[in-house]
């Protein structure tokens, strides 16, 4: 018998409690009793949001959650620059063409961060009538500063809209999307949320509001106009993922009984005692610039097959981490720690990571990475 333990960067564990809620028998969701359910996760999600404005709520993974924003900010034809570093970087592009936007790429190189001087350079305030961005790349474990980036645009370009994918962002560190000048903030269930796959979430301005009501983009299921009028009636447009509402009524008590402000700094505490202990392998963090706390990215050192290292991981210590994307296929690997994630999880994954390492031929002084994590997080 072997346990099981989850450190992708998604989706991540979810709580005993949150399962066991979502086992329960269905409510309808045109009833009363649903209606008072959806309206204590409307204010859960906005008091996530650190605003008051509405948080949509999609059955669909992130990725819908991406689209949704696409079709509903932007009409064919408009221009949009997309900054890329990454996978989901690309998907931002892949969305944008497939709804007819014209797509000028601002490509970061994967492992470093947005210069806010070469995006200065590439803005046109005429043409650009949206920046898209990860606040956290989860392929490659940097982060982009969505902070500044929201005051250069309000400076520079003050009609251009700042839309964030914060998919592993969202619940795992600051993130103040009215105050920063944010104008869109995409969420999904199976991150931070503690939640299996299946929820989007997705926050607008009232800039992107109005925006939205201008898009001449083709909507039907993803029409978030639609979604905010019943929404704000504490229902769905369409039948909604019930027993994922259910679980994210739970989810959210657990991240209010914790507090931000504590989620924060445990998120930031967990990827510290992860790069503590590569360090203390010999082994180098791939993000150069800026480091997500929601995973810690490693470059696979030399010698070492790359690939293998993820499925000697699971097969033989059951512990589920992730491998590169992409162009990074073999050449990482990222040890999520968001979500229902704590100190013993991380310890857990850095033991396993030693005895793979040295199972691959790679020497290793057992024990060391267990140590270095400890001290970042025991103290």
């Not at 949150?18 to 209606?35: G, I, N, Q, S």
């Not at 892949?94 to 806010?116: F, N």
């Not at 589920?320 to 992409?326: V, Y």
Request: charged residues 25%; contains cysteine; glycine residues 12%.
């Amino acid at each position: 018998m072997r346990k099981y333990h989850l450190l992708a960067p998604g989706p991540t564990p979810v709580p005993p409690q949150v399962l066991e809620a979502m086992a329960r028998p269905l409510v309808h969701h045109r009833t009363k009793d649903f209606e008072a359910l959806f309206a204590e996760v409307r204010a859960g999600l906005s008091w996530l949001h650190q605003d008051k404005g509405d948080v949509i709520i999609l059955a669909a993974s992130g990725t819908g959650g991406m689209e949704a924003a696409v079709a509903n900010l932007l009409s064919p034809g408009d221009g949009a620059l997309v900054v890329e570093g990454g996978k989901f970087g690309e998907r931002w592009t892949e969305i944008c063409k497939a709804y007819g936007m014209a797509a000028d790429v601002l490509r970061v190189e994967p492992g470093y961060s947005l210069r806010l001087d070469e995006l200065e350079s590439r803005l046109d305030p005429a043409r650009h009538k949206a920046v898209f961005v990860q606040a956290s790349e989860t392929s490659t474990g940097a982060k982009h500063d969505v902070r500044a980036l929201g005051g250069l645009l309000k400076r520079k370009a003050p009609g251009t809209l700042l839309v964030v994918d914060a998919i592993t962002a969202l619940g795992v560190y600051d993130l103040r999307p009215a105050e920063w000048g944010i104008d869109a903030v995409v969420g999904g269930s199976q991150k931070a949320l503690m939640l299996p796959p299946g929820l989007a979430t997705i926050w607008l301005s009232e800039r992107a509001w109005a925006a939205a009501a201008k898009s001449r983009s083709p909507r039907y299921y993803f029409d978030l106009r639609i979604e905010r009028k019943v929404q704000a009636k504490n229902t769905t447009a369409w039948t909604p993922a019930i027993s994922l509402i259910v679980g994210l009524k739970v989810a959210l008590g657990m991240m209010r009984e914790e507090g931000l402000d504590a989620i924060f700094k445990r998120h930031a505490r967990l990827a510290a005692g992860a790069q503590a202990a590569a360090g203390a392998l010999g082994l180098d963090i791939f993000p150069q610039d800026l480091r997500s706390e929601s995973v810690t990215a490693v470059r696979v050192p030399e010698g070492v097959n790359g690939k293998a290292i993820p499925d000697r991981m699971q097969d033989a210590y059951g512990v589920t981490i992730a491998g590169g994307q992409g162009e990074l296929a073999g050449k990482i690997f990222r040890i999520g720690h968001l979500g229902y994630v704590d100190e013993s999880d991380v310890l857990t994954a850095v033991g396993a990571l030693e005895n793979v390492l040295t199972d691959l031929g790679r020497r290793v002084e057992r024990g060391a990475g267990v140590a270095a994590a400890q001290k970042m997080l025991l103290g």
